[in-house]
């Protein structure tokens, strides 16, 4: 079905990071903010060119360092503005923290393929668009934060609820609540158009990022250029059917709970203590509040979370069929 190499625009940059770095502090765009665009642009297209995946573990990988780090590998030619306008913006005073953004300048929706989606928006109607992707068990208000920034930056930010997630809705009963991954990828597309994007960079975490680098692969010409964080990259059920290490195949747990049916009762009786569970585990350091997780656990109360969540991981796992299309 891949026709082409999975390229996208300039470039096709893929890191590891912790959903606290994302959602609480607004990874995305203090990387692209940071980003020298200047020096770093042949380093970049080496980097592409050999698609070396760089990971980031252990205490030493600290915030600041991994910002760093990674600031080599983002897409950084269409937020040139965002950066310069960074760089001359004063910073917060020593002892002071600026107050953090809860919600969007607007909350919009539109038919767009199967699916009836809902979406924020910020900033200028003709900026440069700056596509922004969740994941699970995760929702819009990840870049809450990241939105206005990017927005003051002058970009146009749209940053949509994937299918089964906040108000996006399906427009028929008889479609297939299927969370296959190219599934996900081809509502973007249809989203994208919808709103008549052409082109977009296209960030996101987890599903997010495995939908930017499926849209990179079979779409590189919708793609400006693409920021992908933590994620699965591009699964395959064949691919995942050798068994890991004990060790690795624990961090899975979740997904061998979602193959039974008593898991996926569990799930739907307990979406917000699973959640909220998965969000603990996963960034262990990330002291989240009640508000921020009630504004991301009324996304789960969509009436397909469940029957997508489910089946995007049974699919994974070679348990479901997806679509043939």
């Known amino acids: 079905m891949v026709s082409h190499e999975p390229v996208a625009g300039e470039v096709f940059g893929i890191y590891l990071a912790t959903p606290d770095e994302v959602h609480a502090v607004g990874y995305v765009s203090r990387i692209i903010n940071n980003a020298r665009i ?37 897409a950084a030619a269409p937020f040139a503005k965002a950066a310069f306008a960074a760089e001359r913006k004063p910073s917060a005073a020593a002892g002071t923290e600026q107050a953090a953004n809860t919600e969007f300048a607007s909350l919009k929706q539109v038919d767009a393929g199967v699916l009836n989606i809902g979406y924020a928006e910020d900033g200028p109607s003709n900026g440069p668009v700056a596509l922004l992707l969740h994941g699970w068990p995760y929702d819009i208000y990840s870049f809450v934060e990241v939105a206005p920034l990017l927005a003051s930056a002058g970009h146009r930010v749209v940053v949509p609820y994937l299918r089964g997630y906040g ?24 989203f994208m158009d919808a709103l008549k994007i052409e082109k977009a960079t296209i960030a996101g975490f987890d599903w997010g990022a495995r939908t930017a680098n499926i849209i990179a692969a079979l779409w590189p010409e919708r793609c400006r250029s693409i920021v992908s964080v933590s994620g699965y990259f591009i699964g395959s059920p064949e691919a995942n059917k050798p068994p890991l290490p004990p060790s690795a195949e624990f961090e899975w747990w979740y997904q061998f709970y ?12 307990y979406r917000r ?29 969509n009436p397909d979370h469940v029957s997508v969540v489910i ?15």
């Open 167 to 190: 108000t996006t809705r399906f427009l028929s009963s008889e479609t297939m609540r299927n969370g296959q991954q190219s599934a996900v990828a081809v509502d973007i597309i249809a």
């Open 311 to 325: 089946h995007n991981y049974r699919w994974r796992l070679g348990l479901a069929d997806g679509e043939r299309q």
């Open 273 to 301: 203590d699973f959640n909220k569970l998965i969000w603990k585990l996963a960034s262990p350091k990330w002291n989240f509040d009640d508000a921020t997780f009630e504004r991301s656990a009324r996304s789960f109360d």
């Open 38 to 74: 200047e020096n770093k642009t042949q380093q970049i297209r080496n980097q592409n060119e050999n698609m070396k995946i760089n990971t980031c573990k252990g205490p030493a990988c600290s915030r600041r360092g991994f910002l760093c780090n990674t600031a080599i590998g983002i």
């Open 258 to 269: 979602f193959a039974t049916e008593r898991g996926r009762a569990g799930y739907d009786k």
